[in-house]
Nanobody, 115 residues
Framework: QVQLVESGGGLVQPGGSLNLSCAAS????????ISWYRQAPGLQRVLIAN???????DYADFVEGRFTISRDNTKATMYLQLDSLKPDDTAVYYC?????????WGQGIQVTVSS
């Protein structure tokens, strides 16, 4: 059973940075497309960024160049670098991996941007 374990969240001041990690318990991580989502209180879960197995990436408009999705297939880990954080970025952040055979969510990790 593949599991995803997230880390790196926490409290940060506006303008600060965090680097979220999501480690997968699989030795075939490279076959998965990967995504990061977030869900703010009272709102729906929304897509932040995708990275396909080709390395191609897509970002939501609200990212505005502040976040970067990446992966290290040798470590079966995906990352989301969060820079220039704003209070509106406060949410639970989720990693998500998918292939034609499996779709899997991480447990979610809290990011709070506040002074």
């Amino acid at each position: 059973q593949v599991q995803l374990v997230e880390s790196g969240g926490g409290l940060v001041q506006p303008g600060g940075s965090l680097n979220l990690s999501c480690a997968a318990s699989t030795n075939i991580f490279s076959i998965y497309d990967i995504s990061w989502y977030r869900q703010a209180p009272g709102l729906q879960r929304v897509l932040i960024a995708n990275m396909h197995t080709s390395g191609a990436t897509d970002y939501a408009d609200f990212v505005e160049g502040r976040f970067t999705i990446s992966r290290d297939n040798t470590k079966a880990t995906m990352y989301l670098q969060l820079d220039s954080l704003k209070p509106d970025d406060t949410a639970v952040y989720y990693c998500y991996i998918y292939s034609i055979h499996r779709k899997l969510w991480g447990q979610g990790i809290q990011v709070t941007v506040s002074s």
